[in-house]
């Protein structure tokens, strides 16, 4: 079996650029209230861990992790086996890596709101698996069982807590897999002959005990948990924080909540909440998660006097006055630092110095005067340090450790009293740029490819460039690295934030990410010449595969600012036959060629995302024919069809409110209703009467997939019909034809099992099980061991028109290229009223 990846390039505006949202490393410098300085206060003589792991982002439990982390002070981590690339997404266009990145950060925003810490696997979401022995052919199971160990060597976790059984149950094989990993893992970590090239940046470590945060749902029934409820470990995680002013169930509603690609807006809860665990491995906990684990500083050789200082300073904290405690801290901080080497020594210094430079006040930030620069370019620098405490602090040193380059000042920071200077670093030609580690070279179908261990189970890159701080603070040293950051002022938003990268001195993006040829007419491939730094000259051309022809063969460019840009087009012939490939824009300045796109990705609840994905586009000679010409379009949940099918040549409108009404719906010869449309526009309870009668009147109307929960209609259709979570996740399973004769399958194109070749991901998903004899079913598939599905394209004569139901994933095909997915949606589109009558044939009475 294979999978293929469509690597979408997203929105290519480059206008986009100039918006601005905070990054995850490029955060506003942090500005910890005096109710935090105490909790970080409190978590200072917490010595405790714990591993959270599941397969997917939005799998975890936010509000157990939440009280792990604020209310029992653990350093809780969640391992994320994927980063979600095949997932859908709700709130735009991008799927596959792109969705991958938004859903990396939405986990990371959810982090920041529950307090843990995010970690992955190299694993790439290939979509849907029913089980885990179809996922571990896809997946390489012992590289990411690698990863799972790699992160528990690094992290040292107490305790390990897995989302899902390890025990087939009818979940999604991605689930059940990370549990088989997780409980591998919990052994190997412990193991030196298991990875011992990790062993080079970590050590071994067991830990304590693994469970399975389970609950009623897995057990089928009340009566049936309640058999088994005694063998459980129960935690009331309800409780209510004062130094947060937030229960666990309302941190966790808002941490759930950042998952919105996924549509898991949550209510927070108040009052009594039980979460259970079930024991899988090691020492068995009778009644406390932590049952037989030291979590106390003397689990560190000599830390008795960090702790008793630490706690001094707990009890003598003044929240009015929270600098007051730092000679406590000051003193604590000696001690820990004549401790041997050790996890804990280093995991405590970090937060030590953090707890210090909050409860001072200590404000440290650098920012750049622009977002970007290339590798060779100067960048101007903005310092600003200022000390809001009496507490006397010198600033000695900064480095700038990514131009090697020191300033020396020992200057006194004053109570409130900023420092401010200009500085100019050069970026070393050196410089990586600032493209996700993940994504720098191409992986497999299953797995992602990353080179450098130290990065593995990183949520994202190091920041581009770093300044540290070289300090004395009463007396005594401290080191304080900050990112380089552009800040700019908004007029609307105010002070505004985003990462500092490094980038291409030149981008070429081509305008679209697949060209398709249903003829041999040619095609403008517009392609976009954008400068990276100032006075860059030189020459753009397509690259293309024999048989393809490019006019003119090459374009020069000039652009004197950084910034610039230049639109050039090229007319592409294609081929004679139909022949699927690929092109790729190069831009050569002095000799050197480069071949990176930029794409900006922009929601107002994550960071903004740069990447620079490969100029590339794929290119399809089709052997199509088409009925009709206009298509109306009803956007759903958000995907690129509507861009698809304008590439072979459809005029495409998409709908708004004031387009639909029935004398205007008339004009077109389908609507096509997008992903999820009865499940996220609310207006279509509205529409839906107008839309029918649109069909009765001769229309034809084309109805992609929606789940069968939260629909805005009770019926989506004229005849009875019921949705399922029925999906063939197979994308090269069998597809049996039903109905050859059916006008749908033979005009204007004939289609045939090659038409089926070549789908990526998945066949489709949540077809409908049961329907009533008034529709035919056109086509049958399903996946290994499973009945036929038959519901994923039903279509039903409705007066003089044609209603079609259709589970397949068009959403993915024709944005990847598939030729036989155009061929027949072209046919469903091209289903004119005086073709849709079932073609002689008697009606269908399927009905699974």
Known sequence: MTRHTDYRHSILLLLAMLLAVPAAWAQAPAKPSSAKVLQDLK?????????????????????????????????????????????????????????????????????RTDGGQQFFTRANDFGFSKDPQETFTIWDKEQVLADMVYVIRKFRPDVMVTRFSPEPSGTHGHHTGSAILASEAFEAAADPKRFPEQLKHVEVWQPKRLLWNTGIWSFGSQAEFDKY??????????????????????????????????????????????????????????????????????????GEKVEKLIQKAIDTYNPAVPAAVVPTLIAAKKELDKLPEGYWKRVKQEELQDVIQAAMGLYLEVTADDFAAAPGQPVKLQVEAINRSAVPVTLQRISYGFASKDTTLNKQLQNNEPLQYDATATLPQS??????????????????????????????????????????????????????????????????????????????????????????????????????????????????????????????????????????????????????????AVATIDGKNYTQGLNVINYSHIPAQVTFPDATAKIVKLDLQKKGQKVGYVMGAGDDIPISLQQIGYDVTQLKEEDMRLSNLQQFDAIIMGVRAYNTVDRLKFYQPTLLQYVENGGNLIVQYN???????????????????????????????????????????????????????????????????????ILSSNDPGEPARDGGLLIAPYGKGNYIYTGYSWFRELPAGVAGAYRLFANLISLGSNAGRAGGEAKSSTNN
């Open 43 to 111: 978590k200072l003589n917490v010595l405790g861990s714990v591993l959270y792991v599941a397969a997917h982002p939005d799998d975890e439990n936010t509000r157990l992790i939440a009280y792990l982390s604020n209310e029992k002070l653990y350093n809780t981590g969640y391992l994320s086996v994927t980063r979600g690339d095949g997932g859908q997404n709700l709130i735009g266009p991008q799927i596959r890596e792109g969705l991958g990145i938004i859903r990396t950060q939405e986990l990371l925003q959810a982090r």
């Open 229 to 302: 409820v005694k063998e459980l470990l129960t935690m009331d995680v309800g409780v209510y924080n004062p130094l947060l002013g937030k229960s666990y169930g309302e941190i966790a509603a808002e941490s759930r909540s950042m998952h919105k690609s996924q549509g898991f807006g949550s209510t927070g809860s108040r009052g009594a909440a039980l979460e259970y665990l079930k024991h899988t491995k090691g020492a068995r906990a009778e009644k406390k998660l932590f049952e037989g684990i030291n979590t106390s500083w003397s689990r560190v050789k000599g």
């Open 431 to 584: 410089m990586t740029y600032s493209q996700p580690y993940w994504l720098r070279k191409p992986g497999t179908v299953g797995m992602f490819a990353v080179e450098n261990q130290q990065e593995v189970g990183m949520p994202e890159n190091a920041p581009a460039a770093q300044v540290t701080f070289s300090l004395q603070v009463a007396g005594q040293p401290l080191q304080v690295s900050v990112p380089v950051v552009y800040k700019r002022t908004d007029p609307v938003e105010g002070e505004v934030y985003r990462p500092f990268v490094v980038t291409p001195p030149v981008f070429v993006n081509i305008s679209e990410s697949v060209y398709m040829f249903a003829s041999q007419e040619p095609k403008q491939v517009q392609v976009l010449v954008k400068s990276g730094k100032d006075n860059i000259a030189g020459n753009v051309k397509l690259q293309l595969p024999q048989g393809w022809r490019a006019e003119p063969a090459s374009i020069p460019f000039n652009l004197k600012n950084k910034g610039a840009e230049l639109p050039v087009a090229f007319t592409v012939y294609p081929p004679q036959g139909q022949q699927e490939t690929t092109l790729q």
């Open 707 to 777: 789940t069968n929960h939260s629909l805005v209609v009770p019926d989506i259709a004229p005849y009875p019909l019921s949705l399922s979570r029925d999906r063939v996740a197979v994308e090269d399973a069998e597809v049996r034809i039903l109905q050859p004769n059916h006008p749908v399958l033979n005009t204007p194109n004939k289609i045939t099992q090659k038409d089926f070749e070549g789908w990526v991901q998945e066949r489709g998903l949540y077809f409908p099980n049961k329907w009533s004899d008034d529709y035919q079913a």
